[in-house]
């Protein structure tokens, strides 16, 4: 048998994911869309809020009234629209791009130099733009039965008789709904790191095909691993999030400060992409390992 231990495969996935050109050329990518967001916004502020009698105030906190007139300006403001929409159409065209060169990153190693690994993902863009929109069509049934699930859970109100039972049905309800939508989405990162570790095929159908014979064949294994290194990235960028937070004031020192630990909230989102493809690219590995000595056993009591 294999050695797949679920700690072991965590701790290396994790530590796999600490691939420096990788994660360069996502937080390079996502600054820059960020910036073409941000400079609109920062002009917006500067003209509101630089030169109100509460200035000062404003450097330390705004009050709810300040942030109220400060987001109703930059839904009226064309140039913050247009910068925000710039900024989401970037991240659209780059998305293909980054996913690419995340999974060019797990099957080539940390020996690629920053250039090629930026050309595999351009080598991957068609492909993994196919498979995002292949990915939208199981979406359809899972969504429709989980939204039919959380409708039956509240028509079921009216025949409950103690109220804790009617809110216990409705939770459930809601989390099967959440898990039946994550269903596609899980598929798809398992086709991405089919596609990582073994790629024999052009065909985003025919890797998403065999990434469900896999989840069918190994569920448990596929959820654990998944939600285990989902959760370890949540609890990471949950801590700089609340360290950004703290981080706020005035002053150069605060604002170097929650820039730099803004920075590393981007850093951390792509490690975390990162070390679920490794993860699941570990899982198809042990799979096709497994069903090789599978395969050479059941020759092997042929021949006998």
Excluded: N
Excluded at 89 to 101: E, F
């Amino acid at each position: 048998m294999t050695d797949f231990h679920g700690l072991s495969v965590l701790a290396r996935g994790a530590v796999r994911a600490l691939h420096w050109r990788a994660l360069l050329l996502w937080w390079a990518s996502l600054s820059l869309v960020a910036l073409v967001a941000a400079l609109p916004l920062y002009a917006l502020l500067d003209a509101q809020l630089s030169h109100a009698i509460d200035a000062p105030r404003y450097a330390h906190a705004l009050s709810l009234l300040a942030l109220g007139e400060v987001v109703g300006g930059a839904a009226k403001d064309r140039g913050t629209v247009w910068g925000v929409l710039a900024a989401l159409w970037g991240t659209a065209l780059l998305w293909p791009w980054l996913t690419g060169v995340m999974v060019a990153a797990v099957r080539l190693g940390r020996g690629v130099r920053l250039f090629a690994l930026a050309a595999e993902g351009m080598r991957e863009y068609g492909r993994q733009l196919r498979l995002m929109l292949w990915s939208l069509l199981p979406l359809a049934p899972f969504v429709a039965a989980g939204v039919w699930l959380v409708h039956v859970a509240r028509e079921r109100r009216f025949d409950a008789v103690l109220e804790s039972t009617v809110h216990w049905t409705e939770r459930g309800a809601l989390l099967a709904a959440v898990l039946l939508c994550l269903v596609p989405y899980l598929l798809t990162e398992l086709t991405r790191a089919r596609i990582a570790a073994r790629d024999d095929s052009r065909s985003v159908v025919v890797h998403w095909w065999r990434a469900l014979k896999l989840y069918l064949r190994r569920p448990l294994a596929t959820w654990a691993l998944s939600l285990a290194i989902l959760v370890l990235g949540a609890l990471l960028i949950a801590a700089l999030g609340w360290l950004r937070i703290a981080a706020s004031g005035a002053g150069w020192g605060a604002w170097w400060l929650a820039l730099g630990v803004t920075q590393l909230i981007t850093l951390a989102g792509g490690w975390l992409r990162l070390a679920r493809l490794q993860v699941l690219a570990q899982l198809v590995d042990d799979d096709a390992t497994r069903r090789a000595i599978e395969a050479e056993a059941w020759r092997y009591d042929e021949a006998a």
